[in-house]
């Protein structure tokens, strides 16, 4: 029987893997809650303008001039900043995870995500993920996102890794769908223990636990 090909590359999405999603709908919802704003109005301005800005082709202050503060605010741009940043919080076990098997398996990672500049720049520096990440193939950086498939082409080249050796962790079924499309194998995370036990199929076992440090 013909053994798979080893594993030398973990592709990651950042938000509902390693992190919350950085401003989702549930965080648009707090945000208009908090802060007395017409939620269809807003929802509606960010559909206009939020893939642009996801792309790296506008900056927060555009995006925030276009969604909030199209009309004076009894709040600071950077009262809303603020708040959008710390709608972020981390999933340590799927942190130590992945950081533990780059470790045990001598793994490259490389994020593939669609995230905004400003907030991916925050949740890399504040969550630390560049101590175990060895590239960012973030849609602000590289102006493509999913589900444009030139991002995974993209993330092949510059890991170096064929697709073969590849194992992308992401929950979205259509990214996955278009992942496994380009011949990676691609699990749909819904947690931490299904995740955990479906990279150990692929090889990538953690017998020895996980590293204990908070990140």
């Known amino acids: 029987m013909r053994r798979a090909t080893p594993v030398t590359t973990l592709f990651l999405d950042i938000g509902g893997v390693l992190l919350t999603d950085g401003w989702n709908q549930h965080a648009r919802e ?88 400003e907030l991916n720049l925050h949740r890399i520096r504040k969550f630390k993920l560049d101590s175990f990440v060895d590239s960012f193939v973030s849609s602000c950086f590289v102006h493509i996102r999913k589900p444009d498939v030139d991002i995974f082409r993209l993330a092949l080249d510059i890991s170096q890794a064929e697709a073969a050796q590849v194992v992308y962790i992401e929950n979205t079924s259509m990214f996955v769908k278009i992942a496994e499309g380009l011949g990676i194998r691609s699990i749909l995370h819904a947690d931490y223990k299904s995740t955990r036990a479906k990279l150990a199929s692929f090889g990538l076992r953690n017998d020895e636990g996980l590293i204990d440090e908070t990140r």
């Open 30 to 117: 707090r945000a208009a809650t908090k802060f007395e704003l017409d939620l269809a109005e807003m929802e509606a301005r960010h559909h206009l303008t939020f893939d642009t800005y996801e792309e790296g082709k506008a900056t927060l202050k555009e995006y925030l001039d276009r969604v909030v503060f199209y009309e004076k605010r009894p709040f600071t741009p950077e009262q809303f900043r603020r708040f959008m940043f710390a709608q972020s919080r981390p999933f340590p076990e799927m942190i130590n995870l992945i950081a533990h098997l780059k470790v045990s398996h001598g793994l490259k990672i490389a994020v593939v995500s669609n995230e905004a500049r």
